[in-house]
């Protein structure tokens, strides 16, 4: 019983981790573009800038992936 919630309180710290880094790097790639993401996305159908957050999110997760195993 105590290892299930030990296992889930610390896949919560993790995604916390993980979601505090996405907005991180989105705040750091947003600086580098200097555009607005959502706007472009949303309002022009920017696919390609679409694309671009998508990967940067995989990317995170792929990396944060492999430093819990």
């Not at 299930?4 to 505090?20: F, G």
Request: aromatic share 8%; hydrophobic share 65%.
């Amino acid at each position: 019983m105590w290892k299930v919630l030990a296992t889930a309180v610390e896949m919560l710290i993790y995604a916390a981790v993980y979601i505090i880094l996405a907005l991180v790097a989105v705040k750091i790639v947003g600086a580098a573009f200097t555009a607005d993401f959502e706007k472009k996305i949303s309002d022009e159908n920017n696919t390609g800038l679409a694309l671009i957050c998508a990967s940067l999110f995989i990317s995170l997760a792929i990396l944060l992936a492999s430093i819990v195993k």
